[in-house]
């Protein structure tokens, strides 16, 4: 009966359980990156494969480990936190060390100081430990304790200190990563003594937050929001010595220089990280609580995301995963506190090609680092650190417009500005002479012109032609919108009163500020344009330009007529486009001044833009003021009346519109129904 009993079981796993299929090499898992031409992660060759999964370590079984940490000798440290322990396993030698039995309580955190010394965190304890090799009789001894401060300003009697991680740093500083502490790291000196926090994170400025500050006090906040920053939930250290941190609730992580200020951020991470720590080429690695290992450059770029969670016994899964570490060969060791393995994974020629590039580049090996990073692109042409590696490789030896290339393929805007600066630089030493004879040409011309006054014959044509056109009424309205930039009481008051516009004439005005703004989209130089040319959606964009618009002259109109404005909603439409003149002007001029500018002149690019949405704001409100004959007071009120009502009206229009796709989807499917059956 038992064993019938554990066959029924048995296939019933199989079947409940959804199993993963191995791929040819082994790995039941894929491998991202991160595209920034994607904005997201996208599928990458393999980078490391597992190749080992254990509970023993040199014949000793793991319980609950927490924590893992490789010295330079690569001889792995486990915090065997169910037994009570820190193993050290000799990997070359295969010995094994147990240290701090009889002395630890509950080991959650191990770090290999400069010194060689063992630093751990006991949350049993509430303390952090030192132990000291001592060569003569080749044990590790108790040698410090790091312990909540007696009669500090930063603690009270009541505060709980109960240690999860410890790290030090290059000057042999020790930091505790404190449970639920939000004042970052406690900072020890390497005798014991405490002298402050560090790296303690700041409280989110999002629109939320920032308005539960300013409309609750202090006490109220605490109370109601719990609005505190997160605490610190691990650390690393790189091989610089700059302090890394990650947070729950926090995407990615950050790196913090001595002055405690963020020096570098990932680009991409979730915020369920577990564990960090830098490998031998400086990439920095952490894992998550859903088991993605992930892999930064030093920089904070996404290299690789693989692994994941483990739904049976499989190996390059885990369960809850609580610790990851690197060996000089750059192989993964990983442990999960759940089932009480030890993974080990190695990397692949293509992630071997990669670190090869990344350490040529640190090296400053510049041209040496261009053939592994080729090959990579060969292998994924989406891979945005090979594509900025060639950048910088081109820009070192000075080719500077095949580095703009790599740029923007791996949009690093920088990297593409700093380059354009030197091809524009060596254009205008190139072309000095020419721009001295064009200068000095345009003031003789100046010159000419004051005595002979040449220009007015080359203007007669234009006033001949103007003449001509002037008989068609479509041009003269055209003209008058431009009177109205002059004089914009007068030129509104030509639409309202004198009809001076038309319907008509104000599509054609549309379509030409949307076309004016196509060109602004498309054709703005990479500098200053972060769009994806090959994936704007042209329909999007109509979108995006005529329905505010619409509904904004269909809200003004309908709020005028119960406010007493006396525009129509014909006058509305046109006095709205008329307003939008400045931008039709505005785009052409800006996408042109791109074209000639880098990231270090960018504020004369942002100023002609806000210069122009700044004046078309302005008309805007000159239009309504005096189509609808209002005084000032009364035009404000109308705007922002306008303004919530075309966004009710957009609410509505996407509620109908949902339930008619309901409904539509509803009678498709009874008839597919019908169809079937009959």
Do not use: C
């Not at 001592?134 to 304790?145: L, M």
């Amino acid at each position: 009966m038992k064993r019938i009993l554990l066959i029924i079981t048995a296939l019933t796993l199989l079947l409940v359980v959804p199993q993963v299929k191995p791929k040819a090499n082994g790995v039941t898992y894929n491998t991202f990156t991160y595209s920034s031409n994607r904005k997201s992660i996208v599928p990458t060759q393999d980078a490391y494969i597992p190749i080992s999964m254990t509970n023993l370590l040199g014949g000793i079984t793991l319980k609950h480990p927490e924590d893992i940490f490789i010295d330079d000798h690569d001889n792995i440290f486990i915090a065997d936190t169910g037994n009570k322990r820190v193993i050290r396993y000799d990997l070359k030698n295969d010995q094994t060390f147990i240290i701090g039995e009889g002395i630890l309580r509950e080991p959650k955190g191990i770090h290999i100081g400069i010194d060689g010394s063992l630093y751990v965190a006991d949350y049993g304890l509430r303390q952090g430990v030192k132990f000291s090799y001592n060569q003569t009789t080749h044990q590790y001894e108790k040698t410090e304790v790091y312990q909540k401060p007696i009669n500090s300003p930063y603690f009270t009697e009541e505060d709980p200190f109960y240690p999860t991680k410890i790290i030090t740093d290059n000057g042999n500083n020790v930091y505790l990563v404190l449970s639920g502490n939000i004042n970052g790291l406690a900072e020890f000196k390497n005798d014991g003594e405490f002298f402050g926090f560090f790296g303690g994170n700041r409280f989110p400025s999002t629109f939320e937050n920032i308005v539960k500050q300013n409309l609750f006090d202090k006490e109220t906040r605490r109370k109601w929001f719990k609005m505190v920053p997160n605490p610190v939930y691990n650390a690393g250290i790189d091989n610089n010595g700059l302090v890394i941190t990650i947070s729950k609730g926090q995407s990615g992580y950050l790196k913090l220089n001595i002055a405690n200020l963020v020096y570098s951020e990932s680009n991409w991470g979730k915020d369920d990280l577990e564990d960090i720590t830098v490998g031998p080429y400086n990439t920095i690695f952490a894992i998550g609580q859903d088991g993605r290992i992930y892999e930064y450059t030093n920089e904070g770029e996404l290299l690789f995301m693989f692994s994941g969670q483990n739904i049976g016994a499989q190996k390059g899964l885990f369960q809850a995963p609580s610790g990851i570490a690197v060996d000089s060969k750059n192989n993964l060791y990983a442990i999960d506190s759940k089932d009480s393995t030890l993974q080990i994974f190695s990397p692949t020629i293509f992630a071997d090609l990669v670190h090869k590039a990344i350490d040529y580049y640190q090296q400053g090996l510049y041209s040496d680092s261009k053939v592994p990073w080729q090959e990579v692109l060969k292998m994924n042409v989406l891979f945005d650190v090979a594509n900025k590696g060639l950048g910088d490789a081109y820009y070192a030896e000075g080719n500077y417009e095949e580095a703009m290339t790599y740029y923007e393929l791996s949009r690093d805007v920088k990297g593409y500005s700093d380059a354009y600066w030197e091809v524009r630089n060596k254009s205008l030493l190139g072309s000095a002479e020419w721009i001295v004879y064009v200068i000095i040409g345009i003031i003789v011309l100046m010159i000419v012109n004051h005595f002979v006054s040449f220009t007015q014959y080359m203007a007669y044509p234009f006033k001949v032609l103007n003449k001509e056109l002037s008989y068609f009424k479509t041009y003269r309205e055209i003209k008058h919108n431009f009177y109205v930039l002059k004089k914009p009481a007068d030129g509104y008051y030509g639409i309202k009163r004198e009809k001076k516009s038309s319907n008509l004439t104000a599509l054609i005005m549309l379509l030409l500020f949307f076309a004016s703004y196509l060109i602004f989209i498309y054709f703005t130089k990479f500098t200053f344009n972060d769009r994806i040319i090959s994936e704007i959606n042209l329909l999007q964009e109509i979108i995006k330009v005529f329905v505010p618009i619409g509904l904004w002259v269909i809200a003004n109109y309908l709020v005028s007529s119960i406010k007493e404005g006396e525009g129509t909603l014909s006058n509305v439409f046109q006095g709205t486009v008329t307003a939008l003149l400045p931008m039709t002007i505005t785009f052409p001029i800006v996408t042109i001044v791109s074209q000639v500018l880098t990231l270090n002149e960018g504020f004369i690019y942002q100023t002609l833009l806000f210069a122009g949405i700044g004046v078309t704001a302005l008309y805007l409100v000159l239009m309504v003021k005096e189509i609808h004959f209002y005084d000032t007071k009364p035009t404000l009120g109308n705007i922002f009346i306008s303004i919530f009502t075309a966004v009710m009206m957009l609410v509505m229009i996407i509620i109908v519109y949902i339930l008619l796709s309901e409904v539509i989807n509803l009678f498709l499917d009874i008839i597919k129904e019908v169809t079937n059956r009959a």
